[in-house]
């Protein structure tokens, strides 16, 4: 028999809104994972995957990191991890040094076994990998055998890779797949085998609105999965949908409906009735209490494209402009940092020295080509212009894949608008700017919060860019 916490995207470090208490939230809910792991007495606690937000954490987050690994050391509860698309850094891992501290074991091809189970593990592979891609694996003796890794699977949503072109590859028969990446959880049986994301362990969107937790996976001749849920911050989410006549009065009041204590506050509005001012609205909901207010008027959005620009509007204006550019991801990302973004005046030229620094570094051509805005064509003008950019980059690309650099990312916390995945743009969150191309070469992050399994609609929108 073998009992393990199932658990992955942590996300430690990331700064959510900005907001410090946001990024001890993160940690606090690893360490609620690994508490309950001592208290429950688990055979293992086994990582799916992005522990960090950011390939380059903080010593403040690593610090976290292992003295929460260390909590689990000193019970005897062993750390079992594969590495995610947001922390993948290109040689050695961040798990390798936590590995080599005695705190974690790096799952890989050859079998681990706790208990009657065997676990192995498969960092997340970029999509331009996938071709032709073979698990070797070295065979084991236990009863069961296990398969962690991180990624975008069949039969769920934004799934882009069908587990049973893995299994084909092995000799290996997997009782069970241990997922990371997407970051609601579900659970699935394919063939055989019981496939299922344990989810993120405190929302990096705003699209997560379920409760978080993590999952427990018995092996006892059967698989078992079930779920235990987090103490997590509060977010409040207000759907409005306004009637004739009704506005920011309105909107008030049923946000102050609400305990809004150190919550962070979601609101949308959509419907009848007058324009909604966010600022109106956040500021109420800053002053009842709330750590964080982001309010959408969707009827906004949903006008786009057909509306008439004033010069009342001229962020509007720009914007429209801007998207008729059609941009390449990098300009976007640095526009985004130099005009729109909450840096501080005062930093973006460090930020946006460091965002260069990182678009260089990644070499990744992907990021220099122009996007297809809206409806047109891009011009052959912008296409050349990105293709003389991504030769610059050409001699450092062959080195990215190892960084997980594909623009894949349906994880709720990593959009990138020129794939257009699984992009739901979410407006009420904002860019993430302060952290630039952070996620493990996958590209700038214009659109941080923005992908939501639960409103991914196929299409990279400009909501994000907000
Ligand atoms: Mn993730």
Redesign the pocket.
């Given at each position: 028999m073998t009992r393990v916490i199932h658990t992955?995207?942590t996300?430690l470090g990331y700064r959510q809104y900005h907001r410090p208490e946001r990024k001890r939230d993160y940690l606090d809910a690893f360490r609620q994972v690994a508490d309950d792991a001592v208290t429950e007495d688990v055979d293992a606690v086994v990582h799916a995957?992005?522990l960090f937000?950011d390939r380059r954490p903080t010593l403040d987050d690593i610090m976290g990191a292992l003295s929460v690994l260390r909590t689990l050391d000193d019970a005897g509860v062993p750390f079992l991890a594969v590495v995610?698309?947001?922390e993948a850094k290109r040689e050695g891992q961040w798990l390798d040094l936590f590995e080599s501290l005695g705190l974690a074991t790096r799952l890989g091809s050859e079998p681990v076994e706790v208990g009657s189970t065997a676990f192995y593990g498969l960092d997340f592979v970029p999509r331009s990998k996938r071709e032709g891609f073979e698990l070797d694996l070295e065979p084991h003796d236990s009863d069961h055998a296990a398969l962690v890794t991180?990624g975008l699977f069949e039969p769920f949503d934004f799934g882009e890779w069908d587990p049973r072109d893995i299994f084909a590859t092995t000799d290996v028969e997997f009782a069970a797949l241990l997922l990371?990446?997407n970051?609601h959880a579900e659970t699935a049986q394919v063939d055989d085998t019981w496939v299922t994301y344990c989810g993120?362990t405190e929302r990096?969107s705003a699209a997560e609105r379920d409760e978080r937790g993590y999952n427990v996976v018995e092996f006892n001749g059967e698989v078992d999965v079930r779920r235990r849920g987090l103490d997590t911050r509060e977010f409040v989410f207000v759907d409005l949908e306004l009637g004739e006549g009704e506005g920011v009065e309105r909107v008030r009041q049923r946000v102050g409906e609400y305990d809004l204590d150190d919550a962070v506050v979601v609101v949308a509005v959509d419907g009848e009735g007058e324009p909604v001012t966010p600022a109106a609205v956040e500021e109420f909901a800053l002053d009842r209490g709330a750590l964080v207010a982001r309010v959408t008027d969707r009827r906004e959005t949903a006008e786009e494209g057909e509306r008439e620009v004033s010069f009342g509007d001229p962020d509007d204006a720009v914007r429209e402009r801007v998207r008729d550019l059609g941009l390449s991801d990098a300009a976007r990302s640095l526009d985004e940092t130099v005009r729109a973004s909450k840096v501080a005046d005062s930093n973006v030229d460090d930020v946006v020295q460091d965002q260069v620094a990182d678009l260089v570094e990644d070499g990744d051509p992907a990021q220099f080509e122009s996007v297809d805005p809206g409806e047109g064509e891009a011009t052959d003008g912008e296409a050349n212009a990105a293709d003389g950019e991504s030769n610059a980059t050409d001699g450092e690309s062959n080195t990215t894949d190892d960084g997980g650099s594909e623009a894949v990312e349906a994880?709720?916390?990593?959009a990138v608008a020129g794939n257009a995945a699984a992009d739901g743009g979410d407006p009420a969150d904002e860019p993430d700017a302060d952290d630039p191309g952070a996620d493990g070469g996958e590209g700038p992050d214009t659109g941080e919060d923005g992908a939501s399994p639960e409103d991914g609609d196929g299409q990279a929108t400009w909501g994000e860019y907000q």
């Open positions: 992955g995207d996300h995957g992005d937000h995610g698309n947001h991180h990371g990446d970051h993120s990096t994880d709720g916390d990593g």
